[in-house]
């Protein structure tokens, strides 16, 4: 178990590791204090990949040019 | 009169040209005949100006032509000449007159077809990946789930339509989209710059920094999609900071970018497909996790009620740890007075062994010749006692005789006779004198001179002297 701040964590290592915390307990070696332990952390995983998947949300802008070619701005893409 | 009489020479009635009229008459004749013409040849030596003229010769393995691009044609140019490119130009020729050279003005020039675009596609890919641009070890992985995605691409199209609905289908994102023109001669110098300025950018700035771009194209011909076979577009994409997704063409076109980028994806809506994963999958994905979570945690502590419950079950009663032992005491203390009685009595038989070797006539047997032996010893003793003692006697005997006859008790009977006194013998008158109990010994007794206590005591004090003398 890492102890990375599950606020600083990628979807990706979150994920991995619940996978981890998962396996470890399913295989039943853990003592029992230990168990809850990562049961506590398999859960905050399991929230903090659930909120980064609410937090899903499109928005798309397209990026206006200047004269010169380098960007000076937004625009929003409808329609699309 | 001889000047009248001409004898024309030959020729010599053509009219003369100024070497100006003839450069005008070849200039004019050359123009006029060869205004628009299509050359095709090899491109030889380019050279690039800062003036922003292309100079180049055209070639076959007989002839050079040399060629000029004027800088507007030059910057409309779909694909730039290159040196060992076969191209075919189209264009005017015309005269230096001051220089007697001639020269082609192309107005446009292209690869001389499809294999003439793949072999210089060849020598491209040659060259960057002798640079090792397109070594495995380059590729960065693309991220699982990417926050912001750049999309280089046109901003009208269906492209950017089919990647943003996949997006939306799996995981809406949020997207960047940088305008490019995807074709012509613009393609490839915008592609670049995109490429580039996503790279530029900062994260969290007000043009935040995307951590995912996808470059992408719709299929078409060799020539719509060679920008993005352009050495610019190729080298930006490889040094790109940010992992980029190449999706340009159909799956069966590759273009240069392809093999820069760290994933190709054969077509924009595989591109958006490997951009992110789908959002109900997950969620679906982190439901089974928290429920193999929670039964793993129930079916934890189930299993070890189960095992406290078996193990309790298995756990003897205190009595019974006990019982063994306290019969083996019992059947101890039964058998504990037996072996005393047991060991006691075969001592006793021991013993009865023994003692019946132990026998008294052996003994008494023993006794007997032992006695007998002392007997005989005693007997002999005696014997030499006896035999020792009278040799003692006769000689006490004969030395008595000799005592006697040395004696002054013989003396005596010669006349003799020997004054004592208390103190001793008397052998002078002036102890005489002195002395008191005298006595005279004569052979047959002593006569006491005075009186008869003197006697008494010299009788007395004689008795210990004998008693002392044996």
Known sequence: ?80 | MSDLIDEPIQGENAPEFSVSELSGAIKRMIEGEFAHVRIKGEVGRVSRPRSGHIYLDLKDDRAVIAGVIWKGVAARLASQPEEGLEVVATGRLTTFPGQSKYQIVIEDIKPAGVGALMALLEKRKAQLQAEGLFDASRKKKIPYLPEIIGVVTSPSGAVIRDILHRLRDRFPRKVLVWPVAVQGEKCASEVANAIRGFNAMTPGGALPRPDLLIVARGGGSLEDLWGFNEEIVARAAAESAIPLISAVGHETDTTLIDYVSDQRAPTPTAAAEVAVPVRMELLAWIDQQDARLTHALTSGVTRRRDRLRDLSRALPRPDSLTEASRQKLDHLDERLPKALTAGVREREVALGKTAGRLQLATVQQRIRSEHKTLVSFTGRLRLSYERKLSQLSDRLAALDRQRLAMGYEATLKRGYAVVHSDQGVVTNKAYAETARGLEIEFQDGRLKLGNGSQKKSASKSGTPDQGSLF
């Open chain 1, 1 to 80: 178990m890492t102890d990375t701040p599950l606020a600083e964590m990628s979807f990706e290592d979150a994920m991995r590791e619940l996978e981890i915390v998962v396996s470890k307990l399913e295989r039943g070696d853990v003592a029992l204090e230990d168990s809850i332990t990562l049961y506590q952390r398999g859960a905050d995983l399991k929230k903090h990949c659930e909120e980064k998947l609410k937090a899903a949300e499109e928005k798309v802008a397209q990026i206006t040019l200047g004269e010169d070619g380098t960007p000076n701005g937004l625009k929003p893409v409808e329609g699309l």
